[in-house]
């Protein structure tokens, strides 16, 4: 790859490598647990597997454990932005990656709800500061030229995180476990310790790239919060928040939910054909699998495209156009009563918008900060999103637990999202433009 004439450098090839891997990873601790919720809660509660008060119990507790791990993003955001702002952005990384690495991995040998818990609550402090500190590494690493598709791709690791999640499940649930549900998904669970290798990566790129400027940090954490509302960055600050409120609610309810809805219908379709025990569990995990393939899919291709939207329209004009695109999804996706099958699919083009709108956050959230608070900023801003977004699983979670058809009621449940994405359309002529803006460097 040529950047600005020349080639990418060993340094920053390698800086580039890691702020992927990092992210993709961070998908990937985050949601293992979505994927095996239907077989953990009930096996930690005592509750027979499949049964009324099984479906209910993770329907219930996948919005309360999916909640609390984005209130933990967001302390571990800003604690970790702040962080990077003072010890340097390869440095703040490498804690993040070990942080959820190990929480995860220790959740594999939880004995009780209570224990996982813990472990998740660990694992969310690392996850919630590796997307800002990555995406701040990576905007004032590359050319600026390049910056965009760089933000974007870093964006495309989330897809693929997701998808090795699935992948992971499926394998180890589906196929090689498919007689062991109770214990299957410690075996998946423990997978979340990958993420360690990459610290090796990090440990070989050196120096950091962008060294802490003497003003980073001075003001000390709270000192700093405060700058992000003074007169100067409120604008910036409150634009950011906005659409990572929105986006952040939106994408959680549905992605958390997902699995749940894919394993349900897979259930019902077992139900009807007569399977039971091991075949019944593979049709399950093989559902779910192909909705998150379809999510995937269409969550990497709408991470690419932000950048020719961005540029033609601006940063304004392009959240308009995947917002409103994705309120359409959400309706026609989860809205009709669809054939199980065409449902899975229809997740592409909720992937396309919902998930594939995150592909701008990498390169519009370091645009509104100057350096020596872009760390903070950034990851102040997206997780706040999360805190936000806490809410909507806990209440998609609570409505399906109630309902005699838990799955049907996470459909409709998701079908009143749409208002959120509705509203964001109606902010978006608020938000500051940042078309025109380069990040400024730090002097190495």
């Not at 989330?158 to 394998?171: R, Y």
């Not at 000390?220 to 100067?232: D, E, N, T």
């Not at 894919?262 to 569990?281: F, H, I, K, N, W």
């Not at 872009?374 to 999103?385: D, E, K, M, T």
Request: overall charge positive.
């Amino acid at each position: 790859m040529l950047l600005n004439g020349r080639a990418l450098t060993g340094l920053e090839w390698r800086l580039l490598a890691a702020a992927w891997l990092g992210w993709g990873f961070d998908i990937f601790d985050a949601l293992l647990f979505n994927f095996v919720a239907p077989n953990c809660i009930p096996t930690l509660l005592g509750l027979p597997l499949g049964s009324a008060a099984a479906r209910a119990a993770t329907a219930q507790w996948t919005g309360i454990l999916t909640a609390l791990l984005l209130v933990g993003w967001a302390i571990g955001g800003a604690v970790f932005g702040h962080l990077a702002d003072r010890i340097g952005r390869r440095r703040a990384l490498m804690l993040t990656i070990t942080v959820y690495a190990l929480g995860t991995g220790a959740s594999a040998f939880a004995p009780s709800l209570g224990a996982l818990i813990a472990c998740r609550i660990v694992a969310s402090f690392g996850i919630g500061g590796e997307f800002a500190t990555g995406a701040t590494l990576i905007a004032e690493t590359v050319p600026e030229s390049r910056r965009l598709i760089a933000g974007a791709f870093l964006q495309t690791a989330s897809p693929l995180g997701l998808f090795l999640a699935t992948f992971v499940t499926w394998l180890v649930a589906g196929r090689l476990m498919p007689d062991a549900p109770s214990l299957s998904w410690r075996y998946v669970l423990a997978t979340g310790l990958l993420p360690a290798l990459v610290v090796l990566l990090l440990r070989a790129s050196g120096s950091d790239a962008a060294r802490p400027s003497p003003a980073a940090g001075r003001a000390g954490l709270w000192g700093s919060l405060r700058q992000l509302f003074g007169p100067a960055l409120r604008p910036a600050t409150l634009s950011a928040i906005s659409m990572a409120v929105l986006g952040l609610f939106t994408w959680w309810s549905c992605n958390a939910f997902l699995p749940t809805i894919a394993a349900g219908l897979g259930s019902r379709a077992a139900a009807a054909g007569g399977l039971s025990g091991g075949p019944a569990v593979a049709l399950a995990e093989s559902w779910k699998a192909t909705a998150a393939t379809w999510f995937n899919v269409g969550g990497l291709v709408g991470a690419l495209l932000t950048v020719p939207l961005a540029t033609r329209f601006g940063r304004r004009g392009m959240f308009a156009i995947y917002y409103s695109a994705g309120a359409a999804a959400l309706l026609l996706a989860f809205g009709p009563a669809w054939p199980a099958p065409v449902t899975l699919r229809l997740t592409f083009l909720v992937g396309l918008t919902i998930y594939g709108l995150f592909g701008a956050f990498a390169y519009y959230l370091p645009e509104l900060f100057p350096p020596e608070i872009r760390g903070l900023g950034s990851g102040f801003a997206f997780n706040v999103g999360r805190l936000g977004a806490a809410f909507g699983p806990f209440l998609v979670g609570a409505y399906s637990s109630r309902q005699l058809d838990p799955t049907a009621g996470a459909l409709r449940a998701l079908t009143w999202i749409a208002v959120l994405p509705i509203a964001a359309v109606l902010l978006t002529p608020f938000i500051v433009e940042t078309r025109a803006v380069a990040p400024a460097r730090r002097a190495p």
